[in-house]
């Protein structure tokens, strides 16, 4: 399924003088413009809607959650609030103070523009040409580092334990995962959302 819709999006905000941020005025626009990319209107994201926390997450789908990480001491920053698309479970290791958890893409670690183009190529792997509220990704590993297209993935893998939660998942319906990915809801501790796109770009090329 090629579905490139996000990538026009941007180069128009751009053109326009209005790119992704925490300004209300830029926010509001690009929400704007993502809904008129789905045949039904986006619900508002984190709504007191009991049916959508989850307790584990399901490969494929897309989540927010509340993470307080293990190594933060050592970690140069973190995101406190992923947003994650699951794949690949974590089996205990049998060391001390690790558990079982998961493996998936936290998109908040790279750029609005760069997760655009990595959303653009993830359409090529949903199990449906129609997103509704049974579509997922099906990915693993292999995929992502295989496919050229699919490369801006490389920041963005990262594991978390259960036992490091701090709230039940949200799971973002497929509806509105092109709104998601355009809202400024990460919540990076120890550094700037700049500086860590930054970083991630030295690691993708």
């Known amino acids: ?21 925490m300004e209300k005025a830029s926010s509001t626009w690009f929400r704007n413009q993502a809904r008129k990319t789905t045949t039904s209107s986006p619900q508002i994201l984190l709504k007191s809607d009991k049916t959508r926390y989850e307790s584990y ?7 927010l959650f509340s993470y307080d990480p293990k190594t933060k001491e050592t970690l140069p920053y973190y995101d406190r609030f992923p947003l994650i698309i699951p794949f690949k479970p974590r089996v205990t290791s049998g060391k001390a103070g690790s558990g079982p958890g998961f493996y998936g893409l936290n ?3 790279i750029s609005p523009r760069l997760r655009a183009r990595l959303m653009d190529a993830l ?3 949903t199990t449906s040409d129609t997103l509704d509220e049974n579509t ?11 496919v050229s297209k699919l490369k801006y993935f490389r920041p963005c893998v990262k594991q978390y334990l259960f036992s490091h939660l701090r709230s039940r998942f949200f799971r973002i319906d497929p509806t509105e995962w092109n709104m998601a990915i355009m809202l400024p809801l990460d919540r990076f501790a120890k550094a700037d959302r700049n500086d860590v796109y930054e970083e991630s770009k ?4």
């Open 136 to 146: 997922k990704i099906r990915i693993s590993y292999n995929i992502l580092n295989g």
């Open 107 to 109: 998109l908040h670690y």
């Open 1 to 21: 399924m090629a579905a490139y819709i996000f990538e026009p999006i941007l180069t128009k905000g751009e053109k326009l003088g209005i790119l992704p941020s």
């Open 202 to 205: 030295e690691r993708i090329y």
């Open 123 to 125: 359409y090529d792997y």
């Open 57 to 63: 997450p399901m490969l494929g789908n897309m989540y």
